[in-house]
């Protein structure tokens, strides 16, 4: 949700591939310049919307890092306090980040030691020795 756009067979453009309608439509690239259309008022809009529009539990949810509330197109379900906004694969993505957070963190040692992060799972089953 930014600068990139989807161009249809016709030349439309559009700010996202999940929102294809006419509302959203920024123009045409045989009749409008394609950077014009992305640095549009209305594709700027179309990018702050995604942050504006996060509900507070997703605000300070602990893996917003990682989703930041994912595609306003999927955010269809009500928040555990009921507000609207919350994307329909938030307890699967909880889930997974929260699984991965230990191996993204050897693999960040690795990284920082010289190491190929691919060594991530012969590290967890052994500790890590870091000269310093």
Do not use: W
């Amino acid at each position: 949700c930014g600068r990139a756009g989807i161009v249809e067979h016709n030349g439309d453009v559009y700010p996202c591939d999940h929102f294809m309608y006419p509302e959203y439509k920024l123009g045409n690239i045989f009749d409008d310049k394609f950077n014009e259309m992305i640095d549009s008022n209305k594709q700027l809009a179309f990018g702050e919307n995604k942050k504006t529009s996060l509900p507070k539990y997703c605000q300070t949810c602990e893996v917003r890092f990682a989703c930041n509330g994912e595609c306003l197109k999927q955010r269809f379900l009500l928040t555990p306090d009921g507000e609207p906004g919350l994307n329909y694969l938030c307890a699967g993505y909880k889930k997974y980040f929260h699984h991965i957070h230990r191996y993204m963190k050897v693999m960040v040692q690795l990284i920082e030691n010289g190491l190929p992060a691919a060594e991530v799972m012969e590290v967890i089953k052994r500790p890590l020795i870091v000269k310093r």
